[in-house]
């Protein structure tokens, strides 16, 4: 992974706090005629000051090392997102780039084909339910209902699976178990 690893965003983030903390010290001995320093020193009590400015440098931190982060993943054409799961999973030995590109030609699946791989609809049926969609150019789902072929609860299953994410997919092809997938997801979340 060429991305900022969160290991180096914590070293910039304490990098950013501790510069924050000697400019706060070094300033007024470099520059004693200056009272921008005293920007910071809004309360009356030292306690109030000093916690106030622990909250700023961690804002600035915060957001210097967020920023540092984006303009990484720009400069290098991410998104900013860590590694995808089944890129994962495949690093780990638990499925193939077969069985991913499998699993990922099932997303890409419609309605209708859902149905007929379910074998809850024909071909056949499939097919002139189509042939009605091109003419009046309505939802599938909606012509298949009417002519009988299918419940609604058959529409709202292939909808659902339509809309599964890649590991439910991998999961009901009996590929991975919950435990693969969480550990899978754990380890895709901390980049490791």
């Not at 089944?86 to 859902?114: D, P």
């Not at 609809?121 to 097919?127: G, H, K, P």
Request: hydrophobic share 45%.
């Amino acid at each position: 992974m060429n991305r900022m690893r969160p290991l180096a965003r914590i070293y910039v983030f304490v990098a950013v706090f501790t510069v924050c903390w000697l400019v706060y010290f070094v300033a007024p001995v470099l520059y004693p005629q200056s009272g921008s320093i005293r920007l910071l020193e809004v309360f009356e009590k030292p306690v109030d000051n000093f916690i106030f400015m622990i909250a700023a440098f961690l804002a600035v931190s915060f957001t210097v090392t967020g920023l540092l982060y984006v303009f990484c993943c720009r400069v290098r054409g991410e998104k900013g997102r860590g590694p995808k799961l089944g890129e994962v999973l495949i690093s780990q030995g638990m499925i193939t780039r077969q069985q991913l590109n499998e699993a990922l030609s099932m997303q890409k699946l419609r309605i209708g084909e859902i149905l007929v791989r379910g074998g809850r609809l024909t071909e056949i049926n499939r097919d002139q339910a189509l042939a009605i969609q091109r003419k009046k150019y309505r939802r599938i789902g909606e012509i298949l209902r009417e002519l009988g072929y299918s419940t609604e609860a058959d529409v709202r299953w292939a909808l659902h699976t339509m809309n599964q994410k890649i590991g439910s997919i991998l999961r009901e092809m009996n590929l991975i178990t919950e435990y693969d997938l969480t550990c899978a997801l754990y380890e895709k979340d901390l980049d490791i």
